[in-house]
């Protein structure tokens, strides 16, 4: 014989409660934070309604990309259009929403069927991630935009520097690219001038240019990433270029 989500939600009473104090709101409907937490190999074993948290993990996903990008339009009101997508994609991306998951110790309170509770389903980012999509679509249905904004806030903004930080570093030529689009409509060149060292152990130099003038230049021990050193130098003379105008 199966269950209910209103008596699932008073067998689970005090784990909500906990819940609701790492998460920093307290539902008005407790039964949106308890159908939040319900995989569908759970209810398919046990609920009489088969009911699950897929429907507002879908919701969820939208109230993020909302919120966060929110966060980041309001923050950077000066970035590119594609960097803010690059830093919202990292942020609510599964192994993202998986981390901030782990932060609240989400899975401890997920409802698993047998077979994912026995493959440690609960650390899954898969259903980690999910869980959190469904958590803040409950958060949205039970307090609104200005609640989910809140939840946004306290969970997301404390990790945007570093991502800026590390897209930044690692993806220059992406960057100088949208920079010199935005800018003239036309792209970068870049050049391998030089080669170096054994086979094992091959030095490449790159130069990258925009109409006709050198921008910067990259040592490294793979084409690719003396590309994105030489982007990287390109960016820093562009900047210091802009400071001065």
């Known amino acids: 014989m ?3 989500l ?3 939600t008073r067998d689970h009473e005090e784990e909500l409660q906990q819940l609701q104090e790492r998460i920093g709101y307290r ?7 308890q159908l939040a937490l319900i995989h569908s190999s759970f209810a398919f ?10 429907t507002q993990e879908f919701l969820g996903d939208a109230v993020l990309d909302l919120t966060v990008g929110y966060i980041l ?6 970035m590119r259009e594609g960097k803010l997508t690059r830093i919202r994609s990292a942020l609510v991306n599964e192994n993202g929403l998986a981390e901030r998951a782990r932060e609240i110790d989400l899975g401890r309170y997920l409802l698993l069927g047998r077979g994912e509770d026995a493959s440690r389903g609960w650390d899954k980012p898969s259903i980690l991630s999910c869980a959190y ?3 803040a679509g409950a958060i949205f249905l039970d ?12 969970f997301f903004e404390p990790h945007i520097t570093e991502h800026q930080e590390r897209l930044s570093s690692a993806d220059a030529k992406s960057s100088l690219q949208e920079l010199l689009q935005e800018r003239f409509n036309e792209g970068p060149e870049y050049l391998l001038v030089g080669e170096e060292g054994p086979g094992h152990a091959r030095v490449f130099s790159v130069t990258v240019s925009f109409q006709g003038t050198i921008l910067g230049s990259g040592q490294a021990t793979s084409k690719k990433e003396a590309e994105q050193q ?15 105008e």
Not at 46 to 54: A, Q, V
């Open 27 to 33: 539902f008005q409907d407790l039964q949106l934070l």
């Open 6 to 8: 209103a008596a699932l």
């Open 133 to 135: 999509e469904a958590l």
């Open 2 to 4: 199966g269950t209910t």
């Open 143 to 154: 307090g609104g935009y200005e609640q989910a904004l809140a939840f946004a806030r306290r």
């Open 45 to 54: 074993e046990r609920l009489d309604d088969g009911r699950h948290n897929e």
């Open 73 to 78: 339009f309001t923050r950077f009101p000066e």
């Open 230 to 244: 030489a982007a990287r130098a390109a960016l820093g003379h562009l900047l210091q270029q802009q400071e001065e």
